[in-house]
């Protein structure tokens, strides 16, 4: 069976930003799994890091069996999230163990730095995955294969710096989106917390915002979520939308995102012998 790996950052990340490819895929037949990498011990206002990871651990088991997700441990504390030796080599045993043919996670344009670190964390350990010659914590064999990443669009929709930030492929999640907005009710402990801090009237509320953006976006859909698909190289023998083909008709390409990618930087002349852009 092919399995699909979401991780991101904190109990609740994969809520809102992934779970309905994630619910899609695991209806698609696929084997799916859930990583949380920060243990969400920042989460409370009024209760210790040790009490709040306690209850988030509960909240995000309870969210990953919503989701038919098989859970995995966090791995480290809040604000504690980055891309150095330790991490990369416990992550990639997680990694290993999986093997998955998809991974989905944070991009590199994120609005906070757990997010991104996240993101470059996973990037290197699946990066290193197969590699027989670097040791993963707990050791593991190197995984066989190859595998697609998938970055989700960042928190609010735009980068650190404001913009939008604008997809490569919209996944159609209206038939789970009630299944999504159930998992991320489960984060109960998040309501209080993200009003107070982030100005958030209503979590689930804005979620749901989020999606039916994304769904206008795409100028089809009613809600959606967003991917934007990492370089093969160093991953995958060819580049392959392999989401795209596995979802099908609940996929839909943006051929503008698509077509820019090909586009001759500006004000760079092709010299002779240089291919024109596809």
């Known amino acids: ?26 209806q698609a037949g696929w084997e799916t799994h859930y990583l949380n990498v920060a243990n969400g011990s920042c989460g409370s206002m009024e209760q210790g890091p040790v009490k709040t990871a306690a209850r ?57 730095a757990d997010h991104t670190n ?7 350990a699946a990066f290193v995955r197969g590699m027989p010659n670097f040791r993963s914590q707990p050791v593991r064999p190197p995984a066989p294969g190859e595998v697609v990443l998938y970055h989700s669009l960042p928190h609010g929709l735009r980068d650190p710096l404001r913009r939008p930030v604008v997809p490569g492929l919209f996944i159609d999640t209206a038939t789970v989106q009630d ?9 109960g402990s998040q309501k209080s917390w993200l009003d107070r801090t982030q100005g958030m009237d209503s979590y689930l509320h804005v979620m749901d915002e989020m999606a039916a953006e994304v769904g206008r976006w795409s100028g089809k859909y009613r809600v959606a ?18 989401l ?28 002779a012998g240089h291919p024109p852009a596809a």
């Open 1 to 26: 069976m092919p399995t699909a790996f979401a991780i991101a950052a904190h109990p609740d990340d994969i809520e809102f930003l992934m779970a309905g490819t994630l619910l899609l895929l695991r």
């Open 56 to 112: 988030r651990r509960g909240e995000s088991r309870k969210a990953a069996a919503l989701l038919e997700a098989h859970w995995h441990p966090s791995l480290v504390r809040d604000a504690e999230l980055y891309p150095e030796d330790r991490l990369i080599r416990r992550l990639a045993a997680v990694i290993r163990d999986v093997n998955p043919a998809i991974i989905l996670t944070h991009g590199s344009d994120d609005y906070m």
């Open 118 to 124: 996240c993101c470059r964390a996973v990037e290197m």
């Open 179 to 187: 299944r999504k907005r159930g998992a991320l009710a489960a984060h």
């Open 225 to 242: 979520e967003g991917w934007r698909r990492h370089s093969h190289l160093g991953y995958a023998a060819r580049d392959h939308d392999l």
């Open 244 to 271: 795209a083909a596995v979802l099908g008709p609940c996929a839909s390409v943006n051929g503008a995102y698509e077509a820019a990618l090909h586009r001759p930087a500006p004000g760079r002349r092709r010299r």
